[in-house]
């Protein structure tokens, strides 16, 4: 079990995970200094940058012009619109709220898997998937009904097309590793936010240090590194485990934002919390007699010598 865990597609797992909850706190203090059109365009930028820095180095490919119209989803949908959302979200909106309504992305991601991909629901991964969103709700709702606001609704707009995302990059990931698919699509999601560049310009001349720092942080780190490592992660797990294990990016979130902005959970957001950790156990409770789905049609990776398979849905700042 100790090997198990310890290999490289769980740790990559446990990495995005830490780095995607790290980015619920960096939007609040990005989008204070800098304003919502010049942290999403920047972001965004600054991680197609990195992306296409190291990909002669990785061996990235040109994608096929068949693919275009799917990378322009991805890059419209989980990049430029994603970005836009979560952070005019976040000017209302708690750091740790935010996170765990962003909670409800896999299940829209499972739902159209399970219509257009035949991805199987067991009992499992349906009970704990509503036993993690109970959880969500409970901590939305910390406040009554009150709490529940139009940047709330913002927010799970936000959640949606991370769903559709994650959902439009399985294709994607049978023909291409998880590096490339993670650069196209963070290209695709610069161009579209083009539109932002003048705004952009007059809010990075004031900005503060704090800010800047912030969204250098979150250009790199959550959002170029967090998508490689997920890609790795996506290709090589089973939908349930993946799916699962990002449920926990909302209790993380909610101790990063803690530590970073000193925000105080109120003690019911702890028990949706506790909820949520509930419904990952459920959902990763694997059968005795399970397997492991085999890898479908794909490219050997090039660091680890195995093949990639449809992953699932994640849970990302």
């Known amino acids: 079990m100790r090997t198990r865990f310890a290999s490289p597609r769980f740790l990559a797992l446990a990495g995005t995970v830490v780095l995607w909850a790290s980015a619920f706190p960096a939007i609040r203090v990005g989008v ?28 990235v490919r040109v994608p096929r012009r068949g693919d275009l119209p ?17 952070n005019w979200g976040e000017i209302h909106v708690e750091a740790g709220t935010a996170s765990l309504l962003i909670a409800v992305a896999p299940v829209f991601s499972v739902l159209l898997g399970s219509v257009f991909l035949a991805e199987r629901l067991t ?3 349906l009970t704990g998937s509503v036993i993690a969103l109970t959880g969500t709700a409970v901590v939305t709702l910390s406040d009554g009904l009150s709490g529940f606001t139009a940047a709330s609704l913002v927010v799970l707009a936000a959640a949606v097309v991370q769903g559709v995302y994650h959902f439009a990059t399985k ?9 490339e698919v993670a650069t196209y699509a963070m290209i695709a999601g610069t161009v579209f936010a083009l539109p932002l560049v003048p705004a952009t310009i007059r809010a990075a ?4 240090a704090d800010a800047l720092w912030a969204v250098v942080f979150l250009g790199l ?40 902005l000193g925000e105080v959970p109120h003690p019911v957001e702890l028990l949706g919390g506790a909820v949520v950790v509930a419904g990952v156990v459920l959902i990763n409770r694997r059968r005795a007699t399970g397997a492991e789905p085999p890898a479908t049609a794909g490219r050997a990776d090039d660091g680890a010598g195995t093949r990639e398979h449809t992953g699932p849905a994640s849970v990302r700042g």
């Open 32 to 59: 204070a200094g800098l304003g919502l059109a010049a942290l999403s365009f920047l972001r965004l930028a600054i991680a197609a940058v990195a992306l296409v820095a190291v990909a002669p180095f990785a061996r």
């Open 70 to 86: 799917q990378i322009a989803l991805c890059g419209l949908a989980g990049m430029t619109a994603y970005q836009v959302l979560l």
């Open 123 to 125: 009992r499992n991964v």
């Open 171 to 179: 294709p994607l990931l049978r023909r291409y590793t998880g590096l």
């Open 205 to 208: 001349v004031h900005a503060p």
């Open 221 to 260: 780190l959550p959002s170029a590194l967090g998508f490689v490592i997920w890609g790795y992660a996506v290709a090589r797990l089973p939908l349930a485990v993946s799916t699962g294990a990002l449920y926990l990016v909302p209790p993380v979130a909610l101790f990063v934002s803690f530590l970073w």
